[in-house]
């Protein structure tokens, strides 16, 4: 079963628009990560959030993390067309397991 | 260094037969998950392997197995192919099993239909 659910479930925007994306989940955590998967293909792990941090950056993304809201969002910042794809949430607990639960995934679309 | 590979990349089969998907994880992990991602289901984790042993088992029926071999590649076997199970299945490997800071990395996947 899913362990998060993320919000929006789409997202159109225009080239150089920020885009936010929402991760909610369940269950206490260990660490969150945020993954891209451009059309059916192969997930790329973008970056990770240890249950002990509030925000990290990476490039042109931003990641914070509320536990006590179980939330998590995703900033990407000055989008490129070559964004576009679909974004998930994935935690884990290591004490329920050790496995990735993933989100259903915000889909990306920027336009050029 | 090499990524996950993933053999076949496309499959197509018939309902009652069996498949074997391969796994070749980055040389050094030990971890080898299988997911199947479908439109409906979205990403369902069926089972992960660490040093040829399975430790995580999704809640999928007895006609999906798995393996994995001492060079820690691993197979996904289905059989009795269900309609049901056409799907994107991805492969993912991990220096580590439940452990910090455990990032997989994905294959590109192996599209299976079923007619």
């Known amino acids: 079963s899913q362990q998060g659910e993320e919000d929006p479930q789409a997202l159109s925007i225009q080239e150089g628009e920020n885009a936010t994306m929402n991760c909610s989940y369940k269950?206490?955590?260990?660490?969150l990560q945020w993954y891209r998967q451009n059309s059916g293909r192969g997930l790329v792990h973008l970056i990770l959030?240890?249950?002990?941090?509030r925000e990290k950056h990476s490039g042109r993304l931003r990641v914070t993390l509320d536990t006590s809201k179980k939330s998590s969002s995703l900033l990407i910042t000055a989008s490129r067309a070559a964004d576009t794809a679909s974004y998930f949430c994935?935690?884990?607990?290591?004490?329920?397991?050790?496995?990735?639960?993933f989100g259903q995934g915000t889909e990306l679309s920027v336009k050029p | 260094k090499a990524g996950v590979t993933q053999t076949p990349r496309y499959l197509i089969k018939t309902r009652g037969q069996q498949v074997t998907l391969s796994c070749s994880p980055i040389?050094?992990?030990?971890?080898v998950s299988w997911y199947q991602q479908t439109p409906g289901q979205g990403l369902q984790f069926l089972f992960e392997?660490?040093?040829?042993?399975?430790?995580n088992k999704g809640n999928f029926p007895g006609r999906f197995s798995g393996r994995q071999f001492s060079n820690s590649r691993s197979e996904m076997n289905v059989s009795t192919l269900e309609l049901g199970d056409s799907a994107l299945y991805l492969c993912?490997?991990?220096?580590?099993?439940?452990?910090?800071?455990?990032?997989?990395?994905f294959g590109p996947g192996t599209r299976l239909t079923v007619t």
């Open positions: 993912a490997s991990s220096l580590n099993a439940g452990q910090d800071p455990y990032e997989q990395y």
């Open positions: 269950t206490s955590i260990n660490n």
């Open positions: 959030i240890r249950s002990n941090e």
């Open positions: 994935a935690t884990i607990s290591y004490n329920q397991g050790g496995k990735l639960i």
């Open positions: 040389s050094g992990h030990r971890s």
């Open positions: 392997y660490f040093s040829e042993t399975q430790r």
